[in-house]
């Protein structure tokens, strides 16, 4: 009996692991697969990781090469911009000086202009004028000068002073330096035709060559102080000269005052 019942047992155990064995194989297998699975997704994520990190690693890398490319390109530009703007500045220089050596020949040109005009206002009446007193007559001839008028003067005489001149409210010289174009009026008509005489103060104009058509209307346009009443600022050729309408007489003479 003894011997039957470890029979049986050994056969027992002998089935149990033949019978046990399928099972765990799969469990065995199952592990498996999940530790290589577990391998694989730690691969994957490594993988992932390390693709990341070479991605950074390589757009650090580009970041200097392009701005390295780009530098030069930069620079380039940059440089020229700094030629294009000194070109321009230089222009400009050249150009302010070439106005100011122009303003300089012009202002030169004009005071030898206006040193000559000066002159030739300051110099004395010719001798042959100032010698012979224009002969009085009662009719108009070169060399003559009407007479007083037979009628009462209607009007008090005119008071003047030629103290005006040293007034620089009054400084034609300097107006007429900056605006020449006003002095210059052109052809004279000689009503007469004798020519150019310069008269000096007192002497009489004949009345023709007083008459509206020479009137200066407006004296401070040529910054002449304003003639009083009963007296006119005339041109006689190129002379500025104040008479007296009732009696002709000059009462101030600007000689070349006009040209």
């Not at 994520?45 to 200097?64: D, G, I, L, T, Y």
């Not at 209307?217 to 000269?241: E, F, I, K, S």
């Amino acid at each position: 009996m003894r011997k039957v019942l470890i029979s049986i047992l050994l056969a027992g155990a002998a089935v149990s692991p033949a019978l046990a064995s399928p099972h765990d194989n799969d469990r065995d297998q199952q592990r498996e697969e999940r530790a290589q699975a577990r391998e694989e997704r730690q691969q994957a994520r490594q993988q992932s990781h390390e693709e990341r990190s070479n991605a950074v690693e390589r757009q650090s890398f580009a970041q200097p090469e392009r701005a390295q490319r780009q530098a030069p390109q930069q620079q380039q530009s940059f440089d020229r911009q700094v030629r294009i703007q000194q070109m321009e500045t230089d222009r400009d220089a050249r150009s302010a000086l070439r106005e100011g050596r122009r303003d300089q020949r012009q202002q030169v040109v004009e005071q030898l202009r206006d040193n000559r005009d000066l002159r030739q206002s300051n110099r004395e009446t010719p001798r042959v004028m100032r010698t012979r007193v224009p002969v009085v007559s009662n009719v108009p001839h070169v060399g003559t000068q009407p007479p007083l008028p037979a009628q009462v003067r209607p009007t008090t005489a005119p008071q003047w002073s030629t103290s005006w001149r040293n007034n620089d409210r009054y400084d034609w010289h300097n107006h007429r330096r900056h605006h020449r174009s006003l002095f210059h009026l052109g052809f004279y008509f000689d009503p007469f035709g004798w020519g150019y005489q310069p008269y000096q103060i007192g002497w009489r104009l004949w009345p023709s060559y007083y008459s509206s058509r020479y009137w200066i209307n407006d004296p401070w346009q040529y910054r002449l102080p304003y003639a009083p009443p009963g007296t006119q600022w005339v041109r006689y050729y190129d002379d500025a000269v104040l008479v007296d309408t009732w009696s002709g007489q000059v009462v101030d003479v600007i000689y070349n005052f006009f040209w």
